[in-house]
T-cell receptor
Framework: EAGVAQSPRYKIIEKRQSVAFWCNPI?????LYWYQQILGQGPKLLIQ????????DSQLPKDRFSAERLKGVDSTLKIQPAKLEDSAVYLC?????????????FGPGTRLTVT | AQSVTQLGSHVSVSEGALVLLRCNYS??????LFWYVQYPNQGLQLLLK??????LVKGINGFEAEFKKSETSFHLTKPSAHMSDAAEYFC????????FGAGTRLTVKP
């Protein structure tokens, strides 16, 4: 079974530039998550999708971050414009849907450095 | 709001020694609790999970954790550390969304 795929693995940009990350979840997983992991901290949920609908985006800085999952499969996360404090690893995870917490499967992450 | 606190950002043990990583939770409802491991430059991998069944949960790679409601704890243990156990370990609590602790970095000395 193929795991969660993410690209790129690394990205370096200057502040005020824009950047996009891509995620392909495990086949059949209806729920998709984007997390931000700042160095030395645990992952923080940015947004959760159920199929192509947003379930929770309460911690997404909507003035600069956006995410979409148009066909209920792949997802993109965009930052525009980037700030220095956006330097982090962005993790994508997926899970099956249903009641109660489900095991989340994580991709390798995209390490973003904003200079 | 639910949360977890991991006691000790760094733990160092000798190879063959007991591993004990501490996690305390706060939740207004019966919690679902998880331990994840993260190796360098990789995503998180599930070690084990507690979902209100047996209080002693066995996971992969010889790890286990015990849910203690009276102590609001879910500590992770392994009887004998191996060099390959060196990684970052995260405790998490979930009802609808998952909240992670800050992580504990485990170092294993030869």
């Amino acid at each position: 079974e193929a795991g969660v795929a993410q690209s790129p693995r690394y990205k370096i940009i200057e502040k005020r530039q824009s950047v996009a990350f891509w995620c392909n979840p495990i086949s059949g997983h209806a729920t998709l998550y984007w997390y931000q992991q700042i160095l030395g901290q645990g992952p923080k949920l940015l947004i959760q999708f159920q199929n192509n609908g947003v379930v929770d985006d309460s911690q997404l800085p909507k003035d600069r971050f956006s995410a979409e999952r148009l066909k209920g499969v792949d997802s993109t996360l965009k930052i525009q414009p980037a700030k220095l404090e956006d330097s982090a690893v962005y993790l994508c995870a997926s899970s099956i849907s249903g009641t109660g917490p489900k095991e989340q499967y994580f991709g390798p992450g995209t390490r973003l450095t904003v200079t | 709001a639910q949360s977890v606190t991991q006691l000790g950002s760094h733990v160092s043990v000798s190879e063959g020694a007991l591993v004990l990583l501490r996690c305390n939770y706060s939740s207004s409802v019966p919690p679902y609790l998880f331990w994840y491991v993260q190796y360098p430059n990789q995503g998180l991998q599930l070690l084990l999970k507690y979902t209100s069944a047996a209080t002693l949960v066995k996971g992969i790679n010889g790890f286990e954790a015990e849910f203690k409601k009276s102590e609001t704890s879910f500590h992770l243990t392994k009887p004998s550390a191996h060099m390959s156990d060196a990684a970052e370990y995260f405790c998490a609590v979930s009802d609808n969304d998952m909240r992670f602790g800050a992580g504990t970095r485990l170092t294993v000395k030869p």
